[in-house]
């Protein structure tokens, strides 16, 4: 009998004993693998459409790799350039994976700021990416950022109303025609503008498109002696003549339009035509995104005195900034971010056309992007011709096409971009903006001893 009683109260202890292990057993699944509490990683991104569609795609990286988690910052374009720039230059280590593009990769790189991509899984396929691309984030010869997509410019146009009014695009426009087709396609009364530009200041909005007209029109932003050649007849020409089409035949408020603003605007049917980013033409010709995907077409950015420096370069990459405390993570965020595997989802969530494009050389020859983007050949000749080592008429001491590849530039550049938002907002004269913008870059270039 005292046996059986002992029995009996053994059999609450076993039921706790094996309660607990299931308990136990539970939590442990719910941990990540790596049995420690989840790594995070701080990615500062832009709101561009490509980098929403990114973190829309993420939870796909993170159910792959459930020991990390993602913490996003999605910022407007000028923030997120100075967000990154403060903190890769008070090394705050806020960020673990930071957006940033051509002009800061190779600089941050060759002052030890981010970490080299160097170490990437062998599936990635490096030399999938474009050589251009390539070249322009990286530091002699290392690798500092990976392409997230590269963008060249070009001139976007409505062919429905271009036909109505009788008129035809050619293949490479001049900024003369650009003017008399703007000129005649513009009904204000029915909210259809003959263009749309870019004219929100800064150094890499305004001024991204204003340095390609400049280019174009025999103009350099320094001689080869670091002087600044702002206020100089070829600056004069090329900044009336932008000014003056957008106040003639571009929307209301063009002072405060950017990338984005243009993208709703032309997507909307609004303009007759748009000169920007490559990058567009995939959000442009997707259904669900445009209201005028069939009526869009395309032709090389408008040329005036030189071809030279009439088309930009640019990437939005994925760099790792050496403060990261979790770089390996960061890392393979990054190459899963950037490579085929990822297009391939995009892809399939939103259509080919509007896959990351510019990166890599086997999406141009996938037979779905061919049916899909009939733009992509010419973007992607567009950007293996941008050269920013000879992206001027005259010999200059510095690469670039949109922007000058020096420190400096971020500043001087967004002064100068805000003068010349005030030509077009009608806040200042074409006169006054270039003196000022040249006594800013000249100053800038004189403190920092590039001046002899």
Not at 270 to 286: E, F, H, P, Q, S
Not at 380 to 392: G, H, K, S, Y
Not at 394 to 422: D, L
Request: proline letters at 5%; aromatic letters at 10%; hydrophobic letters at 40%.
């Amino acid at each position: 009998m005292k046996r059986t009683q002992r029995i009996v109260r053994a059999q609450p202890r076993a039921r706790y004993a094996v309660t607990a292990l299931s308990a136990a057993l539970a939590a442990a699944a719910l941990m990540p693998l790596s049995g420690h509490a989840a790594t995070t990683i701080t990615i500062a991104t832009l709101n561009n459409p490509d980098m929403i569609e990114l973190k829309k795609l993420a939870p796909a990286f993170e159910k792959a790799n459930p020991d990390i988690q993602l913490k996003w910052v999605i910022l407007e374009e000028n923030v997120l350039r100075q967000r990154a720039t403060t903190d890769i230059t008070t090394n705050s280590g806020q960020f673990d994976v930071i957006t940033i593009g051509t002009y800061e990769a190779p600089q941050w790189g060759k002052r030890g700021w981010l970490s080299p991509m160097a170490g990437l899984p062998a599936n990635y396929d490096l030399e999938d990416v474009v050589k251009t691309a390539r070249d322009g984030l990286s530091y002699n010869g290392q690798l500092y950022a990976l392409p997230f997509y590269v963008e060249s410019s070009m001139t976007y146009y409505r062919k429905d109303l271009f036909q109505a009014a009788g008129l035809k695009m050619p293949d490479q426009p001049t900024y003369d025609q650009i003017k008399q087709f703007a000129d005649k396609l513009t009904d204000k009364s029915k909210g259809q503008y003959g263009i749309c530009l870019r004219g929100k200041a800064g150094w890499g909005e305004n001024m991204a498109f204003v340095s390609t007209v400049v280019n174009t029109f025999g103009g350099e932003w320094f001689n080869e002696k670091w002087q600044a050649q702002l206020d100089t007849p070829e600056w004069h020409k090329a900044v009336t003549f932008y000014s003056d089409l957008l106040k003639n035949d571009g929307p209301p408020g063009a002072s405060s339009n950017g990338f984005n603003e243009n993208l709703t605007l032309m997507s909307s049917g609004k303009c007759a035509m748009w000169i920007d980013a490559t990058v567009a033409a995939g959000m442009l010709y997707n259904k669900a995104q445009s209201q005028v995907s069939d009526k869009i077409g395309f032709a090389a950015a408008p040329v005036a005195v030189t071809p030279k420096g009439s088309h930009w370069l640019w990437s939005w990459s994925l760099a790792i900034p050496k403060t990261s405390k979790q770089q390996e993570a960061a890392k393979k965020f990054a190459a899963w971010a950037t490579s085929k595997e990822y297009i391939e989802m995009v892809g399939k969530d939103e259509g080919w056309a509007s896959v990351p494009p510019g990166t890599r050389k086997s999406t141009y020859a996938r037979p779905e992007y061919k049916q899909a983007a009939p733009f992509g050949d010419f973007v992607l000749q567009a950007i293996e011709t941008a050269n920013p080592n000879d992206a001027t008429l005259k010999k200059v001491p510095y690469s670039g096409i949109q922007f000058v590849g020096i420190p400096e530039f971020q500043s001087f550049g967004t002064v100068v971009g805000q003068s010349i938002a005030g030509v077009v907002a009608g806040q200042t004269s074409v006169d006054n903006a270039l003196k000022a913008a040249n006594a800013a870059a000249d100053r800038a270039v004189k403190q920092a001893g590039y001046q002899k």
